[in-house]
């Protein structure tokens, strides 16, 4: 399975984004989709995860009420939209596929995401 992430980019504190993941060659449908992100200097760290079906949702403390995890089957695709973004989201953001919330099998590549303030 190969994961394209985007979406990142540069935006003031209380702004949005919406980040996606793309993914091709393998069986999107049936994996857990996860978002993890990377500050420099800092652990990766999990920030919110769907399953399979969209049903179930979970986000890490720091982004409840602001993140939203959502994915779409039939174009292969999962989204993380980011509002009232804070200086302390700023991080490499990767998405993954995998069996559980909490860790991927399969990784994307990483797309930068920077909140001014």
């Known amino acids: 399975v190969q994961l394209q992430a985007s979406g990142g980019g540069l935006v003031q504190a209380g702004g949005s984004l919406r980040l996606s993941c793309a993914a091709s060659?393998?069986?999107?449908?049936?994996?857990?989709v996860n978002w993890f992100r990377q500050a420099p200097g800092k652990e990766r760290e999990f920030v919110a995860g769907?399953?399979?079906?969209?049903?179930?949702?979970y986000a890490t403390d720091s982004v409840k009420g602001r993140f939203t995890i959502s994915r779409d089957n039939v174009k292969n695709t999962a989204y993380l939209q980011m509002n009232s973004l804070k200086p302390e989201d700023t991080a490499v953001y990767y998405c993954?596929?995998?069996?559980?919330?909490?860790?991927?099998?399969?990784w994307g590549q990483g797309t930068q995401v920077t909140v001014s303030s």
């Open positions: 993954g596929l995998g069996s559980r919330f909490g860790s991927n099998d399969y």
């Open positions: 060659g393998g069986t999107f449908n049936y994996h857990v």
């Open positions: 769907i399953t399979w079906s969209g049903a179930t949702t």
